[in-house]
């Protein structure tokens, strides 16, 4: 059968939420026994996002096969608990750049190489391909930015053109706009959705959906009014209202009725019982509003300024919390503040640190490392939270002073962190760490092993920099232990101290790996030991 093409185009403003409603579209689907994944359309400049701050641009999400991507590829894998290849996130550098390719070596023929077709072209390419390599039923595509933005048009008008090459009656445009409610009226408002339709349907585009973005539940007269000056009738006006949870929201969008809707677009009738699927789905958004008791955790990082920049950490924490029964209350605190403050942490019930690059806060880590393993409080840190966990206990136990990773300090004497051998000749910053999911071999009778329950995990890697093993025999003479390697023993993968609570350090990325229902199981170790 052909695949049927969801194109989600988003109007007024950015971060009104594409990447939910992508997102539980595609988890509607999966429920109703489809086989369907999601596409993220970047329109920024950068080769992907490796190489962008996470207080502008939110968290870096990295695929098994060691793509630096989008945020919101992490939202598709959380509500599909399928893994996503980086092929599913697009980015115009890497469009222009395999156009500029063809056209050096001559593929085009001496034609004039323009935006339509040849540029147009790729965009359709890469999207059919993953369609029909995945051999999907339905493809969602989300279209990142907002209509009328410059760098989103070449990839409006390709997806235009789909429509047209592909028949109306497998491609539907849904479009995510505002609808905001001022409070001095206590009206909602239609007149930003109206003019971003207005602006779509100018380029060719006429939306079959309207999800409007409103803090309360849409009126039915305000429906009939986005009705009237959009050309999409009431019953494709959905209400996306603000709900406690994004996992409640296949739910409002199921209620409304929109997969019947999308089913009739498509001509695909006589729908097979569901029940099933949607008894484990609510299972598990259940648990995740349902627990009880608290866990206050604070996470002490470089980013956190912008709570997107740990969105995958947060999410973790949360699911960890559902699986024992327990909220998960998390306090954000800026590693450059905590020098003087860090008594603060002993009201805490655990400490997580998460990952980060650069000189800037370090101090505060290595500070926060040191007083959780003295004050016997839970601690976590993963990728810089695990090698500053081993500077901090160099410098404390070890009696090296100037103990330091490389990246922060290229002259000390004490490197318990050191760049990859081979990181040594790398120039481009991009795509250059070491990323993806690597095999690493877990040591018995240890705190990893228990929590993992197994000899061999594979996990995610985002890193340029190592624990230096020389320093390994008198780091375990003094009571720390590396209870997991990968790459024949190269390479440190874990650390923990058995005499403390809950000492652990791992250098992957375990966030990574946890889904709603399916807690990462170091994540779960942690909540569990700080609920204690």
Partial sequence: MQTKFIFVTGGVMSGLGKGVMTS???????????????????????????????????????????????????????FLNQNIPKTHNITTAQIYSTVIEAERRGEYLGACVQIIPHVTDEIKRRIRKIAEDEKLDILVVECGGTVGDIESLPFL?????????????????????????????????TKPTQHSVQELRRIGIQPDIIAARCSSPLHESTKKKISMFTNVTTRDVFSCHDVESIFMVPQILYDQGIVDTIFTKFGKFGLVNTSANWDKWNSIVNSLQTAQGNVKIAMVGKYVTLTDSYVSVNHALKHAGAKIGKVVSIDWIDSETINGNVDDLSKYDGVIVPGGFGSRGAEGIIKTANYTREKNIPYFGICFGFQLAAVAFGRHVCDFKDANSTELDQNTTNPIVDLLPEQKTVSNMGGSLRLGAHEILVKGNTLAHKTYNSDKVIRRHRHRYEINKKYIDIFEKNGMVFSAESDNAKRMEMLEIPSHKFYFGVQFHPEFNSRPGYPEEAFEAFISAASK
């Fill in 24 to 78: 539980s579209i595609a988890k509607l689907l999966q429920l109703s026994n489809q086989k369907v994944s999601c596409v993220k359309i970047d329109p920024y400049l950068n080769y992907d996002a490796g190489t962008m701050n996470p207080i502008a641009h939110g968290e870096v999400f990295v695929t098994e096969d060691g793509g630096e991507c989008d945020m919101d590829i992490g939202n598709y894998e959380r």
């Fill in 157 to 189: 008008e390709a997806l235009r053109q789909l429509r047209l090459e592909e028949g109306s009656q497998n491609v539907i445009f849904v479009h995510v706009t505002l609808t905001p409610s001022l409070d001095v009226v206590g009206e909602q408002k």
